[in-house]
């Protein structure tokens, strides 16, 4: 199956080691980051994905994955 994560957050340290932790754990980017300013902080946006065996359900914990 095909899994589907958008991670956002303030554009800091913090926002960057999600992403790295994500791609340790298999994820791959999907795509640019994108970025937007919400009048007083900058918020980094990035999608990323991976194929997991299994079948889908709408209960999944994605950030377990």
Known sequence: MKL???LTG???KAFCL???EALNK????????????NGE???A???I???V???FSAGLDLSAM
């Open 49 to 51: 994905i991976k194929e």
């Open 45 to 47: 946006g990035q999608a």
């Open 4 to 6: 589907y994560r958008y």
């Open 41 to 43: 902080h900058t918020i």
């Open 53 to 55: 065996d299994g079948e």
């Open 10 to 12: 303030p554009d800091d």
């Open 26 to 37: 298999g994820w791959t980017l999907y795509g640019g980051p994108t970025l937007s300013f």
């Open 18 to 20: 999600r992403v790295s």
